[in-house]
């Protein structure tokens, strides 16, 4: 079965400044997906960034970077200019097929 | 914002009583989820559908049922609530393609008294 491990259950960072998330996940597969989600507290949760295993470039959406290494199966978040709005939840996700298997999550502090 | 709602947000009821968690998704996605999430914990997946009259039990075993009858309607019932099923449920769904993105309702907390 695979499994997904966020090694860090908190982190924080000043605003402005850059923090990584950490996932590493366990599988005998080739081609999948991984995720990171954000969950606000008492709010919905939402994609921040997605990868497609089969793409050695690491995907970017503005100030959210990943560093996929699919050798050693690490996946992490990289946020730049932390923002207040960044403090919440951080899930890990693996998907190969149409189930999801999710990390423990780590919960970001963001410093004024 | 997705397009995917959830009812009650808030729920406190007796020990015994059945209850139903609404869940419904305007997208026409065919894969729905729900997930049982305990504060600051990770998610698990207690029922799926990956269509109508399609449903299969989660990873996490549930004393809850589902059912889906429409496309863009997936209830979630316990029939008599215990203080153990005091959760947070997440309805979640995702479409055909597979780049597996998972859209979440704001979930439903559940106190069970």
């Known amino acids: 079965a695979q499994t997904v491990t966020q090694s860090q259950?908190?982190?924080s960072v000043q605003e402005a400044e850059t923090v990584t998330l950490s996932?590493?996940?366990?599988?005998?597969?080739s081609d999948y997906y991984l995720f990171w989600y954000k969950q606000p507290p008492s709010r919905q949760m939402?994609?921040?960034?997605?990868?497609?295993?089969?793409?050695?470039?690491?995907?970017?959406?503005?100030r959210f970077s990943v560093n996929f290494q699919k050798a050693a199966k690490s996946f992490s978040l990289k946020?730049?200019?932390?923002?207040?709005?960044?403090?919440?939840?951080?899930?890990?996700?693996?998907?190969?097929?149409?189930?999801?298997?999710?990390?423990?999550?780590?919960t970001l502090t963001v410093k004024p | 914002e997705a397009d995917i709602y959830q009812t009650p947000r808030?729920?406190?009821?007796?020990?015994?009583?059945?209850i139903t968690l609404e869940c419904?998704?305007?997208?026409?996605?065919?894969k729905m989820y729900w997930y049982q999430q305990d504060p600051g914990m990770e998610l698990?997946?207690?029922?799926?559908?990956?269509?109508?009259?399609?449903?299969e039990k989660g990873d996490l075993s549930s004393e809850s049922t589902v059912s889906r009858i429409r496309t863009e309607h997936f209830p979630l019932t316990l029939e008599s609530a215990r203080p153990s099923h005091t959760s947070q449920y997440l309805c979640a769904s995702s479409d055909r393609v597979s780049t597996g993105e998972l859209f979440f309702g704001e979930g439903s907390r559940l106190t069970v008294l």
């Open chain 1, 9 to 11: 259950p908190e982190m």
């Open chain 1, 23 to 29: 996932c590493t996940y366990d599988t005998s597969e």
């Open chain 1, 46 to 62: 939402i994609l921040v960034i997605r990868q497609e295993a089969y793409k050695q470039q690491n995907a970017t959406e503005n």
């Open chain 1, 79 to 106: 946020i730049s200019d932390s923002q207040l709005g960044d403090a919440a939840m951080y899930f890990c996700a693996y998907r190969r097929g149409s189930k999801s298997t999710f990390g423990d999550g780590t």
């Open chain 2, 10 to 18: 808030y729920l406190v009821i007796g020990t015994g009583k059945k």
């Open chain 2, 24 to 30: 419904s998704q305007t997208m026409g996605h065919d």
């Open chain 2, 44 to 55: 698990h997946l207690i029922h799926y559908s990956y269509g109508v009259n399609s449903t």
